[in-house]
């Protein structure tokens, strides 16, 4: 389809926009000093597997199908902003902490093209950097350096700007989620582990005020459905339903649901052990230890996992439930699974407009 516009209400301040494997979510959230963050809008829409490819929007007509469906069919409340701020696929951008000392920004910014250029096996020339402070003082500044492909990049901004949006910022979807951690008060200041299941990847993130580290592995929510139905032999469909209803937790079917799942347990739980351990060895130096393990996407609400992965790593886990510090307010909200795959885009949705240079 062509550049077909959508049609909005007014312009104004910025609306998030997570686009996935094969779904897309929008939101615009409303911030107002001394009340809650308000949601003013969101919905969600799918489109087919394929259009993206290696991080790269190979068929941008199908993905601005589902855009256009989103806002004309499934927007519940209202977005009125043609500006917009974009998750990019975290397994295929890079994150790097880094301590600096007093400099200016343009000092800043050949420092952060060094360490890429030391660290990222791609051509500095192929890629976006860019950074964010995180801590300064007069000894210098903790920063996150990020990079991602040119190619990547430029594939989501021809798609939005072929639609008359105005990208504003993009970044990886685990630092929008990590965001929201910012917002829960002291809790949010605790070293944590943050597990992203998406529908085919899972993305770890140790956060300390800032993403440390990041790294992500094959095999998401879709992932366990299917190892589900082979072991159960029965449909796709049927093994979702069993999935969310029974999970790995407590039931006839326990043994054997774990038993086709335990690869990818084991996967995820060795990955999260070597996130912890470079935390522990190169990490902060103030003794500061990770307390716990946090849970996201759509994946994460399967019964039993977040007990799975306490038990394994001896440390507490659960899921991410921002929505006592963001209000639906009037709105009708979303089903409580569904509310799992809104919280990257609620992360996006909340960044600050100052934070924004355009």
Not at 252 to 279: F, N
Not at 291 to 320: D, E, H
Not at 346 to 354: H, M, Q, S, V
Request: net charge negative; glycine share 8%; aromatic share 6%.
């Amino acid at each position: 389809m062509g550049a077909d516009k959508i049609r909005f209400y007014h312009d104004e301040p910025i609306f998030g926009l997570d686009i996935g494997h094969s779904s897309i979510k929008a939101m615009q959230i409303e911030n107002v000093p001394g009340k809650p963050p308000r949601i003013q809008g969101y919905g969600m829409s799918h489109f087919t597997a394929g259009a993206i490819q290696n991080g790269i929007i190979i068929q941008p007509e199908v993905v601005a199908g589902a855009i256009h469906q989103l806002f004309e069919k499934s927007l519940v409340g209202q977005i009125a902003s043609r500006r917009v701020a974009c998750t990019l696929p975290t397994a295929y951008t890079f994150s790097r902490p880094m301590k600096v000392p007093p400099m200016s920004h343009e000092q800043i910014a050949e420092a952060v093209q060094l360490e890429a250029e030391q660290y990222i096996p791609i051509p500095s020339d192929n890629l976006y950097t860019d950074y964010e402070i995180s801590y300064q003082d007069a000894q210098g500044m903790e920063l996150l350096m990020v990079a991602a492909s040119r190619k990547i990049v430029d594939s989501y901004l021809n798609l939005l700007q072929s639609l008359e949006l105005e990208p504003v910022a993009f970044e990886p979807s685990i630092s929008a989620s990590s965001r929201l951690l910012k917002i829960m008060g002291d809790s949010g200041a605790e070293p944590s582990i943050l597990i992203d299941i998406g529908s085919l990847a899972t993305d770890i993130a140790v956060f300390d005020k800032t993403l440390q580290v990041s790294s992500n592995v094959n095999g998401g929510a879709d992932t366990f459905t299917q190892s589900i139905a082979k072991a159960l032999h029965t449909s796709f469909d049927l093994a979702l339903q069993v999935k969310n209803q029974y999970g790995i937790a407590y039931s006839d079917k326990q043994q054997r649901i774990i038993d086709a799942v335990k690869p990818q347990l084991d996967a995820l739980v060795h990955e999260i052990g070597k996130s912890q351990r470079y935390y522990s060895e190169r990490g902060d130096k103030s003794g500061r230890k990770i307390t716990r393990i946090i849970t996201i996407g759509g994946g994460a609400v399967m019964p039993g996992l977040n007990q799975y992965i306490s038990k394994q790593l001896r440390l507490p886990a659960g899921n991410l439930e921002p929505w006592d510090k963001i209000t639906f307010g009037a709105l009708a909200q979303p089903s409580e699974q569904d509310r799992s795959m809104y919280i990257t885009v609620a992360g996006e949705a909340i960044l600050d407009p100052k934070e924004v240079t355009v």
